[in-house]
Nanobody, 124 residues
Framework: QVQLIESGGGLVQAGGSLRLSCAASGRTFSRYVMAWFRQAPGKEREFVAA????????QYADSVKDRFTISRDNAKNTAYLQMNSLKPEDTAVYYC?????????????????WGQGTQVTVSS
């Protein structure tokens, strides 16, 4: 069992930055691929980024590539999403998720555990 708790969301102007954190409980954190998804009002939840067990491999959605960076610290049981050059279209609830699969562009069904989400709002 893994419990995930996100933090770091908020309101930011376009062009600004935010850093999201995902704190995980349980001693098996390092065995999971960690990912971030987001869901805007009226839209389906979509993949944002994922990182491999050891942190050496990453995957990104095309819409965030070169602007967002996913990372993890297994000693702290925490995953991060650094978001730079934010755009109004990045506005969404951001969810942390874990998956017992190989690193790839994940679907919602690939994930075993989810956090409660944190709101990110980017004003124009």
């Amino acid at each position: 069992q893994v419990q995930l708790i996100e933090s770091g969301g908020g309101l930011v102007q376009a062009g600004g930055s935010l850093r999201l954190s995902c704190a995980a409980s349980g001693r098996t954190f390092s065995r999971y691929v960690m990912a971030w998804f987001r869901q805007a009002p009226g839209k389906e939840r979509e993949f944002v980024a994922a990182i491999s067990w050891g942190g050496a491999g990453t995957q990104y959605a095309d819409s965030v590539k070169d602007r967002f960076t996913i990372s993890r610290d297994n000693a702290k049981n925490t995953a991060y999403l650094q978001m730079n050059s934010l755009k109004p279209e990045d506005t969404a609830v951001y969810y942390c998720a874990s998956a017992s699969t190989t690193l790839k562009v994940l679907n919602v069904d690939d994930c075993d555990y989810w956090g409660q989400g944190t709101q990110v709002t980017v004003s124009s």
